[in-house]
């Protein structure tokens, strides 16, 4: 099974900063990343699918890049909005495994 | 608008079972792989299956294989998800999600938690 391991686990910032959320795959995964918001009580929302494509509706402030193993999401202003708990998923092998989550707060 | 509707939660004892269910509106249903991811309180998602549009192809998570199966009935615009053999561990908010383009999870029910309690 591909693992998939987020760092950080948590992260502080404040409006208005720019913020990097990495996500590593145990093996090479392709473009097959993709990015979710989730907020308390909700379901999650995809914000980047093929770890570079902004799905329609999400604001040009997020953005993803990377290929292969190492895999990026970055929020260049953070609004109040946006703090929120952040996974990526792999979709190249079965199991489609998610990372562990990033709390933003 | 695109819907998922899920159904079909509740209490179940250990060893006990249950069927999901998630209703599609406002997509073309019979086009779509569809997914169940679960969420367990206060943890991370975890993907659960995948169903191809035909039926084609079927995974699943090695937690659950075996005990759970997942179908689709495209002429009702439904996804189902039988579990049986439940466990303590399988405790959680359920949602179906479908696969869009370049497998992304596009869209999502609003989940249907899953107690299983003694």
């Known amino acids: 099974d591909i693992q998939m391991t987020q760092s950080p686990s948590s992260l502080s910032a404040s409006v208005g900063d720019r913020v990097t959320i990495t996500c590593r795959a145990s093996?090479?995964?392709?473009?097959?990343l993709h990015w979710f918001q989730q907020k308390p009580g909700k379901a999650p929302k995809l914000l980047i699918y093929?770890?570079?494509t902004l799905q329609s509706g999400v604001p040009s402030r997020f953005s993803g890049s990377g290929s292969g193993t190492d895999f990026t999401l970055t929020i260049s202003s953070l609004q109040p909005e946006d703090f929120a708990t952040y996974y990526c998923?792999?979709?190249?092998?079965?199991?489609?495994?998610f990372g562990q989550g990033t709390k933003l707060e | 608008e695109v819907q998922l509707v899920e159904s079909g939660g509740g209490l179940v004892k250990p060893g006990g079972s249950l069927r999901l269910s998630c209703a599609a509106s406002?997509?073309?249903?019979?086009?779509?792989?569809m997914n169940w991811v679960r969420q367990a309180p206060g943890k991370g998602l975890e993907w659960v299956s995948f169903?191809?549009?035909?039926?084609?192809?079927?995974y699943y998570a090695d937690s659950v294989k075996g005990r759970f199966t997942v179908s689709r009935e495209n002429a009702k615009n439904s996804l189902y998800l039988q579990m049986n053999s439940l466990r303590a561990e399988d405790t959680a908010v359920y949602y179906c999600?479908?696969?869009?383009?370049?497998?992304?999870?596009?869209?999502w029910g609003q989940g249907t938690l899953v107690t299983v309690s003694s």
């Open positions: 999600a479908r696969s869009g383009r370049s497998g992304g999870l596009d869209y």
């Open positions: 406002g997509i073309t249903f019979n086009i779509y792989s």
């Open positions: 169903i191809s549009s035909s039926n084609s192809y079927i």
């Open positions: 093996q090479t995964i392709s473009s097959s």
């Open positions: 093929g770890a570079s």
């Open positions: 998923q792999q979709t190249f092998s079965t199991p489609h495994t």
